[in-house]
C-alpha cells in the first residue's frame, strides 16, 4: 500500500471512529508502530486530524462547543432514540429510591414512562417538576435561579440543597461525551450543578442518544468512569473500556 493511499484510509477510520489508539492503527493497517506515528505526525500537521498521546481523533472529537440550544430546538431531535433511552431509564426506579433527574430533553422522557409511584423525585427542572406532578408522583423542586434557555435551575441556592442530600440514582443529561473530557455541557453554572449531584449520588445514569458520543462541550462536570451511560447505539469500544455502557 503506498503512503498517501494508507493515510487517506487512516483519516477515514479516525473520523468513523471519532478516537484510536496508535494499537488499533498498527492492527488495522498491518503497520508497525514507527510507520503509524509518522503518519500521525504528517496527518496532524496537513490539519486533518489531531494526534494526541497515544494516539488520534478526529477534527470534530477536538473542536469544542460553546452554544447551548433552546430546549424547543432540542426536543425535536433524535425522537425515538430518546424515547427508548427514557422509557428503559424508568424502567431502573425501585420502590426504595431517592430519584434525581436533571434538567434536559431526554430526561423530561424518563418521566412519561415512570410507574413508581413509591419512590421520591427531586429535580431542577421547572417544566420536569411540573410533570412529576400531574403524575401524582412525590416531588421537590430546588430552588435557585432560572436558565431561559435550558429551563433548568441552577446557581449557588441549587447547588447548596444538592449538597444536602444523598440519591439513590440520578438521571443526568449531557450535552457531549468524549474519551478526553469526560461528560461536558457549556454553562458553568449548569456544570457546577451537575457535578453536585453527580457527587452526591450512588448511582448516576446519563442519558444520551449517539449523537453525543465524540462531542465536547466547554465545561466538564464528570469523568467518564463516574456515571453509567444508557444510550441507542453501540459506540466504539474506547468508552465501553471506561465506564459501565446499556444500548437499548
Known amino acids: 500500500m503506498l503512503t498517501q493511499e494508507r493515510r487517506d484510509l487512516i483519516v477515514s477510520f479516525i473520523n468513523e471512529k471519532s478516537v484510536v489508539t496508535v494499537a488499533e492503527l498498527m492492527e488495522e493497517f498491518d503497520a508497525s508502530a514507527a510507520t503509524i506515528r509518522r503518519d500521525l505526525s504528517a496527518l ?5 486530524i489531531v494526534k494526541v498521546f497515544g494516539g488520534a481523533t478526529s477534527i470534530a472529537q477536538s473542536s469544542v462547543n460553546t452554544f447551548e440550544p433552546t430546549v424547543s430546538a432540542k426536543a425535536s431531535l433524535n425522537i425515538e432514540e430518546k424515547d427508548a433511552i427514557s422509557k428503559y431509564a ?22 412519561k414512562y415512570i410507574t413508581n409511584t413509591k419512590a421520591k423525585y427531586i429535580t431542577n427542572g421547572i417544566v420536569h417538576a411540573k410533570k412529576l ?3 401524582g408522583l412525590s416531588t421537590m423542586i430546588i430552588g435557585g435561579r432560572c436558565k431561559p434557555t435550558t429551563e433548568a435551575v441552577i446557581g449557588p441556592d441549587c447547588i447548596e440543597t444538592i449538597s444536602k442530600y444523598h440519591f439513590t440514582k440520578a438521571f443526568m443529561g449531557t450535552n457531549g461525551i468524549s474519551l478526553q ?6 454553562d458553568v453554572d449548569e456544570a457546577l450543578v451537575k457535578q453536585e449531584a453527580v ?3 450512588y448511582i448516576s445514569y446519563i442519558l444520551a442518544d ?3 458520543f465524540g462531542k465536547v462541550s466547554s465545561v466538564t462536570f464528570a469523568e467518564l468512569p463516574s456515571c453509567c451511560i444508557i444510550t441507542d447505539r453501540e459506540v466504539n469500544k ?6 459501565v455502557i446499556k444500548v437499548v
Do not use: C, Q, R, W
Request: hydrophobic share 25%.
Open 210 to 212: 449517539h449523537s453525543k
Open 44 to 48: 496532524h500537521d496537513e490539519k486533518k
Open 90 to 111: 424508568a424502567s431502573l426506579i425501585n420502590d426504595d429510591d431517592f430519584v434525581y433527574i436533571d434538567s434536559g430533553t431526554t430526561t423530561l422522557e424518563i418521566i
Open 181 to 186: 473530557a469526560g461528560y461536558t455541557t457549556p
Open 199 to 201: 457527587k452526591h449520588s
Open 238 to 243: 474506547n468508552f465501553s473500556n471506561k465506564t
Open 133 to 135: 406532578l400531574e403524575k
